[in-house]
C-alpha cells in the first residue's frame, strides 16, 4: 500500500501543537511567498541559516532609534554590559538545561572553541594528548591542529563513518592518563548522528580528562541537559536552530565550579574583576565574566532574542517532538518514493542518534541541489554524494517538506 504523503502532511500539520507559531517567522506565509521574489518554497537550511521573526524587525529599529540613538552611552549601564550574561541565561534554562550564571554570549564559535580549548587544555598540565573525529566540522579540526602544534600536544584522532558518528567505545578505546581535552560535536552536521553525550562525558571524566562539547547542530533542535550530564564546557552557534542571523555571536557554557579554576588564553579587560580601575595587571574575575574578552557584541545578539524566548516559551522538547515527526517524514518519504531511485538514508533511523536533519545520498546530489536552488527549494549539498535536508521545526510546516521533498523526486527523474 502507498502512503499519500500530501494527506498525511495535512493531518500531521493539523495535529501540530507548534503549528501558530511559524507564521512569526519572516517568510512562512503565502502573502509574502508569492509577493516576495526567490522566496524559497521549501527552506531546507534552517540548520545552516535560520529565517529571522518577525519581532526581529521592531526589536532592531528599536534598538536603533532608541537604545543605540537616544540612550547612546548610557545604555551600557542600563542594559548592555549584563546582556551576553542575560541572554546567555535565557538560552541555557530554554535550550541547554543550564542553571543560571554559566552560559554567556561572546565571540564567534570558532574563536570560543579555541578560548574553550585553551581554557581545558590549560588546566590538564603534563597532559599531551587531545582526542577527536576525523568527521568533525573543520574549523573544531583545524582550530585543535593548531593548539597542538602551538603546545607540541599530540592529536588523537576517531575514526568515523561518515553516514554515523562518534561512539562511547571509540572514545574509552583512545582516552587514558595523557589525554587533557576531548572536543566533539553532540549532532554531526553531515549525517545528522546524535552522540551519547553523557555516556562520552563520563568516559572522558574517568579518564581525568575534560571535555568540550560543540552544540552548533544541538542547541534549539535536540533536547540537551548540560549540568545534568556533568559536562565541563560547551560551545555553539546562534544562527542555527536559534534564528540569531547571519554571523550572530556564538555562546559558551562553563559549569561553575569550573569557572574559577580554569583560565581563558585571550586576556582581555572584560574579564578581569573589575573592568573599570582599568588598573596596571590582569586579574581575573571569579566568576563566568572571566571569560569574556572584550566588548560584547551587541548588535549581532538583538535577532536571537525572540527567538530564544519563543522556544523558551513552547519548550525544547515540544520542538524536538515536532523534529522527530518532520525526520520521519523524510525518511518515510524516501524509503517509499526515492528509494527506488536509488536514493538512501545517511542518517540514523533510531531517534535516540538522529538530530534535526536528514541527509540523503545519491551520485547526483551535487548536481541535484543546483537544480533545487535554481527553483527556490534550498537544502544544501555536502561530500560525499549528500543532499541535506534540514528542519527547522519552529519554522517549517509538513506540506512545506511535502511540497520539497516532491520537487526532489521530480528533479531527479529530470535527470534520467
Ligand atoms: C556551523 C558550525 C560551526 C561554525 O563556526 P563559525 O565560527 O560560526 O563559522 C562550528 N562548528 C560546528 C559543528 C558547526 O556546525
Same mark, same amino acid.
Given at each position: 500500500m502507498t502512503t499519500n504523503f500530501d494527506t498525511r502532511a495535512a493531518e500531521l500539520d493539523a495535529a501540530?501543537? &507548534?503549528?501558530?507559531?511559524?507564521?512569526?517567522?519572516?517568510?512562512?506565509d503565502e502573502a509574502t511567498q508569492s509577493s516576495?521574489?526567490?522566496?524559497? &518554497?521549501?527552506?531546507?537550511d534552517g540548520n545552516s541559516l535560520g529565517r529571522p521573526m518577525s519581532a526581529s524587525f521592531d526589536r532592531i529599529e528599536a534598538f536603533l532609534r532608541?537604545?543605540? +540613538?537616544?540612550r547612546l552611552i548610557r545604555s551600557w549601564d542600563e542594559q548592555w554590559l549584563d546582556l551576553p550574561l542575560e541572554l546567555g541565561n535565557k538560552i541555557g534554562a530554554a535550550a541547554l538545561g543550564a542553571a543560571p550564571g554559566q552560559t554567556f554570549v561572546g565571540d564567534s564559535t570558532s574563536v570560543l572553541l579555541y578560548k574553550m580549548a585553551r581554557a581545558a587544555i590549560g588546566a590538564r598540565p603534563g597532559r599531551t594528548e587531545i582526542v577527536l573525529d576525523t568527521d568533525n566540522f573543520p574549523t573544531d579540526r583545524y582550530l585543535l591542529e593548531g593548539i597542538a602544534d602551538e603546545l607540541n600536544m599530540t592529536l588523537r584522532w576517531i575514526e568515523v563513518d561518515t553516514s554515523s558518528g562518534v561512539t562511547p567505545e571509540q572514545v574509552a578505546a583512545v582516552v587514558n592518563s595523557n589525554t587533557a581535552l576531548v572536543l566533539l560535536s553532540h549532532?554531526?552536521?553531515?549525517? %545528522?548522528f546524535m552522540a551519547d553525550a553523557p555516556a562520552i562525558t563520563k568516559i572522558t571524566h574517568d579518564a581525568g580528562a575534560l571535555i568540550v562539547w560543540d552544540l552548533s547542530h544541538s542547541v534549539g533542535s535536540v533536547v540537551v541537559e548540560l549540568d545534568k550530564w556533568n559536562v565541563d564546557i560547551a560551545v555553539g552557534c546562534?544562527?542555527?536552530?536559534?534564528? +540569531? +542571523?547571519?554571523g550572530a555571536p556564538a555562546w559558551a557554557y562553563v559549569r561553575k565550579d569550573l569557572q574559577t579554576v580554569i583560565e581563558q588564553?585571550?586576556?582581555?579587560?572584560? %574579564?578581569?574583576?573589575?573592568?573599570?580601575?582599568? +588598573?596596571p595587571g590582569y586579574d581575573p574575575e571569579n566568576?563566568?565574566?572571566?571569560f569574556i574578552t572584550g566588548t560584547t557584541p551587541v548588535v549581532g545578539m538583538q535577532a536571537m532574542i525572540d527567538p530564544v524566548e519563543l522556544i523558551g516559551e513552547v519548550s525544547i522538547e515540544a520542538v524536538r517532538a515536532k523534529s522527530l515527526l518532520l525526520t520521519q517524514f523524510v525518511i518515510d518519504y524516501t524509503d517509499e518514493v526515492l528509494a527506488p531511485l536509488g536514493v538512501t538514508v545517511a542518517?540514523?533511523?533510531?531517534p535516540a542518534h538522529r538530530g534535526g536533519h536528514v541527509t540523503l545520498n545519491h551520485p547526483h546530489m551535487r548536481e541535484l541541489n543546483a537544480l533545487l536552488w535554481k527553483e527556490d527549494i534550498i537544502p544544501d549539498y555536502r561530500d560525499p554524494h549528500g543532499l541535506r535536508i534540514g528542519l527547522s521545526p519552529l519554522t517549517t510546516s509538513f506540506e512545506e517538506v511535502f511540497i520539497g521533498m516532491e520537487r526532489v523526486k521530480e528533479t531527479l527523474l529530470s535527470l534520467g
Open positions: 501540530d501543537p &507548534l503549528a501558530a507559531h511559524r507564521a512569526k517567522f519572516f517568510g512562512t516576495t521574489p526567490g522566496m524559497p &518554497l521549501a527552506y531546507f532608541h537604545d543605540w +540613538g537616544t549532532v554531526a552536521y553531515r549525517s %545528522g546562534s544562527y542555527k536552530y536559534l534564528c +540569531g +542571523g547571519p588564553p585571550i586576556q582581555g579587560w572584560w %574579564g578581569t574583576k573589575n573592568m573599570f580601575l582599568m +588598573g566568576d563566568l565574566r572571566r542518517t540514523p533511523r533510531d
